[in-house]
């Protein structure tokens, strides 16, 4: 499978522990983003990635949230004391360097509930 | 700041049926609007774009047009499959030639066929 991979798919966590999700993007695209998703919304922008730059945070990525993209390739995203208003999916996309075709590809998420 | 709306749903259609799901969008610029589509058990995917006023995006049957005078980007397809029964999200992007970077992103509107 090629497509953008997200690890684990579904995490369940006690309120305060910290955890941290992996996305592998497709290979050789350059932008990572990640996104958040919650329960009858759509996707909210949280961080974009152009190798292993960080180019652009959301607001709604507080102190407690760190990405990371240490060699331009997978990212993880790390939640810290971890609150119930972070339930959430949590999405990856990947997309190649700018050109004719920069489609963005999503992957299939983690589902992080907070107890 | 830029938002999308799209109708609320779910919508409910027999096979065969006209389907229209309307959005609308706010930006401030002139930004590129996309539909994407999620199938259960699947990660967004692309169905079809459009980056500037009057361009018609088409794929599988489905068609939006790009009216600025009217900020609407609506989805339509002239007979729907059970096979189309997913969650359609409009979205759009402010930055430039059809980047699907830091996407905003309206709520979904779930769409369901019954044969």
């Known amino acids: 499978d090629t497509g953008v991979s997200q690890d684990p798919r579904h995490k369940i966590t006690k309120r305060g522990q910290n955890v941290t999700f992996r996305c592998d993007p497709i290979?050789?695209?350059?932008?990572l983003y990640w996104y958040r998703q919650t329960l009858g919304q759509g996707p909210e922008f949280l961080t974009y990635?152009?190798?292993?730059?960080?180019?652009?945070k959301s607001r709604l990525l507080s102190d407690r949230f760190s990405a990371e993209r240490p060699k331009g390739s997978f990212s993880t995203l790390e939640i810290q004391r971890t609150e119930q208003g972070d339930s959430a999916m949590y999405l990856c996309?990947?997309?190649?360097?700018?050109?004719?075709?920069?489609?963005?590809?999503f992957g299939q998420g983690t589902r992080l509930t907070v107890v | 700041g830029d938002s999308v709306t799209q109708m609320e749903g779910p919508v409910t259609l027999s096979e065969e049926a006209f389907l229209t799901i309307n959005c609308t969008y706010t930006?401030?610029?002139?930004?590129?609007l996309f539909w994407y589509v999620q199938y259960p058990g699947e990660g967004l995917q692309l169905l079809l774009k459009?980056?500037?006023?009057?361009d018609k995006g088409s794929n599988k049957g489905f068609e939006a047009t790009y009216r600025k005078e009217t900020t609407s980007f609506h989805l339509e397809k002239g007979s729907v499959q059970v096979s189309d029964s997913a969650v359609y999200f409009c979205?759009?992007?402010?930055?430039?030639?059809?980047?699907?970077?830091?996407?905003?992103f309206g709520k979904g509107t779930k769409l369901s066929v019954k044969p």
């Open positions: 996309a990947s997309s190649p360097p700018t050109g004719a075709n920069t489609e963005a590809f």
């Open positions: 290979s050789e695209h350059n932008r």
């Open positions: 990635f152009q190798n292993e730059a960080q180019l652009e």
């Open positions: 930006a401030t610029g002139y930004p590129s």
């Open positions: 459009a980056t500037k006023a009057d």
């Open positions: 979205a759009l992007s402010d930055r430039g030639g059809g980047s699907q970077g830091n996407l905003i």
